[in-house]
Each structure stands twice: as C-alpha cells, then as structure tokens.
C-alpha cells in the first residue's frame, strides 16, 4: 500500500501495480508500473480528476519507463492551454512553425526528484527588480513544477515583485486588497474590467531570466487568476526561505520542452490547446524519402 499526502492537506493512497501499456501507433507493448488509487480525501477528491500523470525527474516517472523500454528518447514537453486545453509530446518531436523559438537553459543537478534551473533575473515591465540570483537558489533552489498551480518567491523576491507590480497600476482605478478567503493570503486587485483579455491591459508584463540567457515572459494571465467580477488575485506566493517555484500558472499557452539527453531546459511561446492537432498535422505533411514507398 503506497501513501501521499500534499502541501494543501490533500491524500491518497493504493497499490502500486504493473500493467501492460498498448500504443496506437503500433509499438510494441510495454509493462509500466503506477499507481492504483483507492482512497482520496481533500482537494484531490473534489477536483474529480481521472489521475494524476507523475512525470517528475526520477526512474518511476512515465517517461523514464518509456524511455528504458525504448518507446520514446528521454525528452518530452508539456504545454498547458490558456483558458483550458493542453498537450503532452513524448519524444523529441518536430515542432510546427506555429510554436516561438525555443530558449534554453541547463537542467542542475539535483539530489531530489525536482527539475532545478537556475533563475538570474526577475524584470517587471522591462526593468529589473535588481535582485541577486542567490536569492532565488535558496532551499532546493528554482524548481519547475508542473504538479504545482501557482508559483511561490523567496520572502525579498515577493516584496519586490508586489511592490513593482503596484507601482506599475497606480492611477488605473483598482484597489488591493486581501482575498475572500482568510485562511489564505492571497493579494488581489479589484476595479478591473471583467473580461480577462481587457483586464491584462491594465497589468505589465513580467519576465523570468534563467542560466543561459533563456527567458520565460510573464504576461498577465501567467502570473493572475480571476477570483470574482473584475477582481484579479496573484498566482504568485510568498515562500519564506524555502526557495523558488515555478508552478503551473506561469507557463500557460508556453511549450516547457525537458530534454533529459542534454540536460536542458527549454521555453517556446505556443497555442497549447491546438498544439497536438498541429504537430499530427506537421508529421503527415512530411514527405517520403526517395527511394521509399508508402506500403499501406
């Protein structure tokens, strides 16, 4: 019997079991082992998800099963759709012209199962916070964690960040305030217009500066969630000293490519929720090298 128990005081519990995987494109079948839920309390029950997909950096993760047994290279990405959709590639897949350049940055290595990068710069409407990088190399160091909704700053990181995001609204009719749920500590803005996309008008863009020179820009929907009519809350939280997390919400419409054979990190602008039809599209434009001929 396997247990877990989250940060939000969620838990779940099963078996870990061993299973045969089939493929659609006629691969030969593999035995994957994963986990069997039988019992969820909390947060994970009430979202009615069909599952979690554990793609974290250790052997047990699905990519690393498929990649022993030979299915896929060790690269995968993951590209969450903004307002819903989303795709997953396993493999190093030809991307089509309608993703952005890809930036990158070297993967650290990390004693834990987390994908660590390191984070040089955090910019709010194109100026600089001016903050060192040891700050953001606190505790585990930057982890990218897809698993996690939000993004949470070292303690001197969220001060900074806040108080240039404030700075940058003042005279553009909002208020801010606390959220409607005191057992969290959200900051929240209120006054703004109710559509979302006029709404990100009135709030700067900000950018992240990694190792390398790649950048992830934050445009509003990256780091604000709606909470009610015109009021927008920060999908950013303050993380004491234990580090930084890059969680869910930043990367919304951006393709996070995790290359494990070169032990990178990369970042593209993309349309995730169209994102599958059109690499499927790509893949069947391409055409036939000489010599070879179509047998179906």
């Known amino acids: ?6 940060a939000e005081h969620s838990s779940s519990e099963g078996w870990l079991v061993l299973d045969r995987f089939h493929f659609p494109d006629g691969s030969t079948p593999v035995e994957v082992t994963f986990g069997c839920g039988m019992r969820e309390t909390g947060e994970i029950y009430r979202q009615a998800a069909d599952g979690i997909l554990g793609m974290g950096n250790n052997a047990n993760a699905l990519h690393s099963q498929l990649a022993r047994a030979g299915i896929t290279s060790r690269v995968f990405s993951l590209c969450f759709g903004f307002p819903a959709g989303g795709t997953l590639l396993l493999g190093d897949v030809g991307l089509p012209p309608s993703v952005g350049p890809l930036s990158f940055t070297p993967l650290l290595a990390s004693p834990t199962p987390y994908y660590v990068v390191r984070l040089e710069q955090l910019s709010i409407g194109g100026a600089s916070l001016n903050l060192e990088p040891a700050i953001f190399a606190k505790g585990y160091g930057t982890v990218l964690d897809s698993g996690t909704t939000f993004s949470y700053l070292p303690t001197a990181a969220f001060a900074a960040f806040t108080a240039a995001l404030d700075a940058a609204i003042v ?21 703004a217009p109710e559509k979302f996309e006029d709404a990100a008008k009135m709030f700067p863009t900000a950018s992240l500066r990694f190792a390398g020179g790649a950048v992830l820009s934050l445009p509003p929907h990256r780091y604000l969630f709606l909470m009610g009519r015109g009021e927008y809350c920060l999908g950013v939280f303050d993380n004491g000293q234990s580090g930084t997390l ?10 996070v490519l995790y290359d494990l054979e070169r032990q990178r990190i990369g970042f593209a602008e993309a349309d995730c929720p169209n994102l599958g039809s059109a690499v499927a599209a790509a893949a069947a434009a391409e055409p036939v090298s000489p010599g070879c001929r179509d047998t179906h």
């Not at 019997?1 to 989250?6: G, K, L, N, S």
């Not at 005279?171 to 006054?191: F, Q």
């Open 1 to 6: 019997m396997a247990q877990c128990a989250r």
């Open 246 to 255: 890059i969680g869910g919400i930043a990367v919304r419409n951006a393709l």
């Open 171 to 191: 005279g553009r009719g909002m208020r801010k305030g606390s959220g409607p749920d005191p057992a969290y500590p959200d900051v929240c803005y209120s006054g």
